[in-house]
């Protein structure tokens, strides 16, 4: 898969070094199109965000915890019993620990990339961790829609389509975590499993209090 990447979308300048072409040559190696226009988008919007709040963040981190965020749900990166989320993560650490990025670098990426479905958590991380999880949220639930101009929502879709996205995104997500749905556990993702998989029952956490082992 060859797509080309722009410079600039929205004033956003996508990165360019080594690490970030890199992160890019895996996520169009390994993802699809649409994971690419996803991430891309989510990378731009979590940018801007950046950008109107004025708050300092490592672009090129950002970029890779971007790039890295939902390959957990490919096929080459996917683990038979972890979160999609984890595996994730771990692949972008893996990644960075061999350009020798120092530990905390490492830390911060997986807790990005690891955080991004945690709403009420993230946000009150570093800020790639919780710029990445709004960017993320603007491109799958339209969090903060009216904050970003129409001439920059036009700009970035344009650069990078959402394709039917609303109708697509959620059984893309399914395929990515259908062999061990026990991990959605606690998560955001159970609630995909409800949509996709008739009468699904959910592990519940009353349940597991009250039938736990102990006497009392």
């Given at each position: 898969m060859a797509i080309?990447?722009?410079?600039?979308?929205?004033?956003?300048?996508?990165?360019?070094?080594?690490?970030?072409?890199?992160?890019?040559?895996?996520?169009?190696?390994?993802?699809?199109?649409?994971?690419?226009?996803?991430?891309?988008?989510?990378?731009v919007f979590a940018s801007l965000n950046g950008v109107q709040k004025k708050v300092k963040y490592d672009p090129e981190i950002l970029y890779v915890s971007a790039t890295f965020h939902d390959l957990g749900l490919m096929p080459h990166y996917s683990s038979a019993d972890k979160r999609f989320e984890v595996d994730g993560a771990n692949a972008a650490r893996d990644f960075l620990r061999s350009h020798g990025l120092s530990q905390q670098v490492l830390q911060?990426?997986?807790?990005?990339?690891?955080?991004?479905?945690?709403?009420?958590?993230?946000?009150?991380?570093?800020?790639?961790?919780?710029?990445?999880?709004y960017g993320v949220a603007l491109d799958v639930v339209g969090r903060g829609f009216d904050q970003l101009s129409e001439k920059d929502r036009d700009d970035i879709v344009k650069q990078f389509p959402r394709t039917g996205f609303k109708n697509k995104v959620i059984p893309i997500f399914f395929e990515g975590f259908k062999h061990k749905v026990g991990t959605t556990y606690g998560s955001i993702n159970a609630d995909i499993c409800a949509f996709m998989i008739p009468n699904f029952q959910r592990k519940d956490f009353c349940e597991s209090i009250l039938n736990s082992p102990w006497s009392e």
């Open positions: 080309h990447t722009p410079k600039t979308v929205a004033g956003i300048k996508i990165p360019d070094s080594t690490i970030a072409s890199q992160a890019t040559e895996l996520l169009l190696q390994h993802g699809t199109e649409f994971l690419y226009n996803h991430s891309l988008r989510s990378f911060l990426v997986w807790d990005a990339i690891a955080l991004h479905t945690s709403p009420g958590i993230a946000e009150h991380k570093e800020a790639e961790v919780a710029l990445l999880n």
